[in-house]
């Protein structure tokens, strides 16, 4: 999975706590994304990073917050998880926003 | 509104078999096409991808089309092998200043013996 981990793999929670899935990657990648891929649909970027502290919503934002401190980690967060924030959760990376993006191995995230 | 379309949604071939998987898109400004494969319980894993001006590229048994006229692209795999079983996803991204790309739903293909 070009050099990208996702903790947790596996996740329960209740509704109404707070999630941070944590992204790693050691290609030294500029661009780094969130998605959500949920059964019907195609995945769905949630934010995406340019770089150290820079950060871009997309088209499936609200609920979510991201911080990039360093290149190598792009966190997720789920500031008060909800039931349809139940789905898988792809990171993945990129050298530039055109190019091939590399997809982790993915977050399962059930919200009771 | 940009869209990307793909069909079949799901198709059972026999191993050794050839098999053609369609995607539709609306999109524009048109950047690239990119195909996807993923397999189940992992993230996708990029097979090709085609900017404007190309109509073919191959990566060993995938060949993928574009025709940019008609905004359609195929993903034809050949002599297939239970290996190929998985989900073919379709993405295009748009020409823009930032980042704009749409994932198609994929294609759920499975391959028997």
């Known amino acids: 999975d070009a050099g990208i981990t996702q903790s947790p793999r596996h996740k329960v929670t209740e509704t109404g706590t707070p999630v941070t899935l944590r992204c790693h990657q050691t290609?030294?990648?500029?661009?780094m994304y969130w998605y959500r891929q949920d059964p019907g649909h195609g995945l769905r970027l949630i934010h995406y990073?340019?770089?150290?502290?820079?950060?871009d919503k997309g088209e499936v934002s609200d609920g979510y917050s991201v911080s990039r401190s360093k290149t190598e980690d792009f966190l997720l967060t789920l500031e008060s998880a909800t039931s349809s924030q139940t789905s898988v959760y792809f990171c993945?990376?990129?050298?530039?926003?055109?190019?091939?993006?590399?997809f982790g191995p993915g977050t399962r995230l059930l919200v009771l | 509104k940009n869209q990307v379309e793909q069909s079949p949604q799901s198709l059972i071939i026999l191993e050794g078999k050839n098999c053609t998987l369609q995607?539709?898109?609306?999109?524009?400004?048109?950047?690239?096409l990119r195909w996807y494969k993923q397999d189940t319980g992992r993230g996708p894993v990029s097979l090709t991808i085609?900017?404007?001006?190309?109509n073919t590229k191959s990566n060993g048994r995938y060949t993928a089309t574009l025709d940019a006229d008609t905004k359609q692209s195929s993903l034809h795999i050949t002599a297939s092998q239970l290996s190929d079983s998985a989900s073919y996803i379709c993405?295009?991204?748009?020409?823009?200043?930032?980042?704009?790309?749409?994932f198609g739903a994929g294609t759920r293909l499975f391959v028997k013996a």
């Open positions: 993405v295009v991204s748009l020409n823009t200043g930032g980042f704009k790309t749409i």
């Open positions: 995607c539709n898109y609306t999109v524009s400004p048109f950047s690239n």
């Open positions: 993945a990376i990129s050298t530039t926003i055109q190019e091939t993006q590399y």
């Open positions: 290609e030294n990648h500029r661009y």
């Open positions: 085609m900017t404007f001006s190309e």
């Open positions: 990073s340019y770089g150290v502290k820079d950060t």
